[in-house]
């Protein structure tokens, strides 16, 4: 499958970190790119300042985190907003695609999600699966390389 990693557009620039979409047409559950451009502006802005908060090295549980004292889940990373009183979800994964620089850490944002009480692990799953991908690694590597 043709898979691509595009740059979030709306963003500071980081020489440490990068953040960027993860898009293949032919997988619908890959839809974060889809689901971020038709949100409401205001949950843009807000989304928009959270990628910047995380490219400034920042944490906040509140808004992202990761799931560093899961081994199986370390490399997943979620944003979260809320619309409409519901918890929603951006997953995506981490991950270093410069050979050169081991420090630069990318975020590669994969699907939406709607998050009800806890989390869902078979979507954290899923991004475990998509972000070994040889294509996927490739495409991550074109972009922040």
């Not at 889809?34 to 802005?45: A, G, H, P, S, T």
């Not at 869902?120 to 590597?141: C, G, H, Q, W």
Request: aromatic residues 14%; proline residues 4%; positive net charge.
């Amino acid at each position: 499958m043709p898979y691509s990693v595009i740059p979030v557009e709306g963003v500071g620039g980081n020489p440490h970190r990068g953040i960027a979409f993860l898009q293949c047409e032919e997988e619908q559950r890959i839809d974060a790119k889809k689901v971020f451009d038709n949100l409401k502006e205001k949950n843009k802005r807000d989304l928009l300042s959270r990628f910047d908060y995380w490219l400034g090295g920042q944490t906040s549980d509140k808004y992202f985190h990761g799931w560093p004292n899961l081994e199986e889940y370390k490399a997943c990373f979620v944003f979260k907003w809320k619309q409409a009183g519901a918890q929603r979800r951006l997953y995506g994964f981490l991950c270093h695609p410069r050979a050169v620089d081991r420090a630069f850490q990318a975020c590669v944002l994969v699907l939406h999600s709607q998050k009800h009480d806890e989390t869902d692990f078979s979507e954290l799953d899923y991004i475990n699966r998509v972000r070994t991908l040889p294509a996927v690694v490739r495409a991550a590597k074109e972009l922040f390389g």
